[in-house]
């Protein structure tokens, strides 16, 4: 059971809803630096000053530069906490990268951290170890969540969602549209009864990272080094049906380089034995969405003409991932990293794992041109992976390859916190 509670939020004090505007961020790792002085340049206040701290003495230490300046911001009141707990609506417009007008609905609250198992919470990708010792020493430093873990729960009868919908009727507490054109919306609903309406909906579910599974492994780490009972027994998270109309998966595609002559001839000989080849035009790269036989798009730098790929048998994968649950061996992302990742292209999990020579992208447009400009030697184009296919492969206890799933739009950074040291929580 997933123990799912309100949250004394730490968050902006803002004279118009529409301010939060100027203070909130994406997710720290998708910020490059000219992003970073963008942001800044909105607000000194901006949340990526403490997610990405950069000290003005590049020799001093950069989380301690975070946690002073977070200790200052709720000193001089620009951060304020709430007396009581709440839950937070959120209300996401869109248009995806499909061109599709959608709304996504989620709840923040905090979630007691536990181990990873059935009905309590699950993985279902694996992590780098990079990122995890980043936010680990951040999170020891400014002693708070300052970013929301995405996570999915099952909900048919849409309980949850409808305790708090009705909310949404009202002026929102913060507004935000971000450069991708999404409005983000938040709402407070601290009402005890809704509380709880919410709280039992959610209680015979376990949950499902979408995105942030190295900040909650941070969040693991972190609860075990502190001990005993009190605030680092929860971890901030935003919570969306896994029925929610508005939630949709797009892919992330495949890039590789470094390629040797050898290698490109071991991929044509793979590629011939284990795939039919069609010659498509460049628009027809990404393959439609579907459940069917492996479906690739295709092109190299040498050559650049585009191919769609159909694995021949499912026998192949099947064999190839003999080990694996049954919706394992059907996953995309996980027939090419066996097949062709590792096998033609020798690549091995700890250079997957460090991008060695291997890149991502999670644009059609943008995969495709750094192969035409050579930054990439070949790129394999994917399906966006069924949400009921990322769920039945964390029932079994598995984790996909990296990157297998591409949730948009992201959670912005600094909408809430949620601070660990209130003495308040000492004792649970």
């Known amino acids: ?39 800044l340049a909105r607000s000194p206040h901006n949340v990526v000053a403490i997610d990405l701290p950069e000290p003005d003495d590049p020799a001093a230490d950069h989380y301690a530069h975070a946690a002073a300046l977070f200790a200052r911001w709720r000193a001089e009141g620009v951060l304020v906490q709430d007396e009581d707990p709440a839950l937070w609506v959120l209300a996401q417009d869109y248009t995806g990268p499909d061109g599709r007008e959608r709304t996504r609905h989620g709840i923040f609250a905090r979630v007691r951290v536990e ?7 699950r993985p279902h990708e694996r992590t780098h170890p ?18 929301p873990i995405f996570s999915l729960y099952d909900d048919p009868d849409g309980a949850a969602w409808r305790a708090v919908e009705a909310v949404t009727a009202q002026p929102p507490a913060g507004e935000v549209t971000d450069p991708d054109g999404t409005r983000h919306r938040l709402w407070r609903v601290g009402d005890p009864t809704t509380v709880e309406q919410v709280r039992q909906a959610l209680a015979p579910t376990e949950l499902l990272i979408a995105d942030g599974h190295h900040r909650y492994e941070t969040a693991r780490v972190h609860q075990e080094e502190i001990g005993g009972t009190g605030g680092h027994d929860f971890v901030l998270m935003c919570l969306v049906a896994l029925q929610d109309p508005g939630l949709t998966i797009f892919p992330t595609h495949r890039l590789v380089r470094g390629l040797s002559a050898d290698q490109h001839e071991l991929l044509a000989a793979a590629l011939r034995e284990s795939f039919e080849i069609e010659p498509i035009e460049h628009a027809e790269l990404a393959p439609p969405a579907g459940d069917g036989p492996l479906q690739l798009g295709y092109i190299d730098a040498h050559f650049q003409k585009a191919f769609r790929l159909t694995l021949k048998d499912q026998a192949i994968a099947d064999e190839l991932l003999a080990d694996h649950s049954p919706a394992y061996r059907r996953l995309d992302t996980a027939i090419l990293e066996a097949l062709l990742l590792k096998g033609p292209l020798g690549l091995t999990d700890e250079a997957i794992s460090h991008l ?22 070949a790129a394999f184009f994917l399906r966006p992976s069924p949400v009921e296919q990322v769920r039945e492969i964390a029932a079994a206890g598995e984790v996909m390859p990296p990157k297998s799933t591409y949730f948009f739009p992201k959670v912005l950074t600094g909408m809430l916190f949620n601070p660990l040291d209130d003495p308040r929580d000492a004792g649970l």
Do not use: F
Not at 137 to 143: K, P, S
Not at 356 to 364: A, H, I
């Open 130 to 147: 990079g990122p995890k010792e980043d936010r680990l020493r951040l999170t020891r430093a400014t002693d708070a969540n300052l970013s």
């Open 356 to 377: 060695e020579g291997l890149g991502y992208s999670r644009t059609d447009d943008e995969a495709l041109q750094l192969v035409l400009d050579g930054t990439y030697d």
């Open 115 to 121: 181990a990873y198992g059935p009905g309590r919470i």
């Open 1 to 39: 059971m997933a123990d799912v509670q309100p949250l004394r939020a730490l968050h902006y004090a803002l004279a118009d809803p529409a301010d939060l505007d100027a203070v909130t961020a994406p997710p720290y790792d998708v910020i490059d630096p000219e992003q970073r002085a963008a942001l």
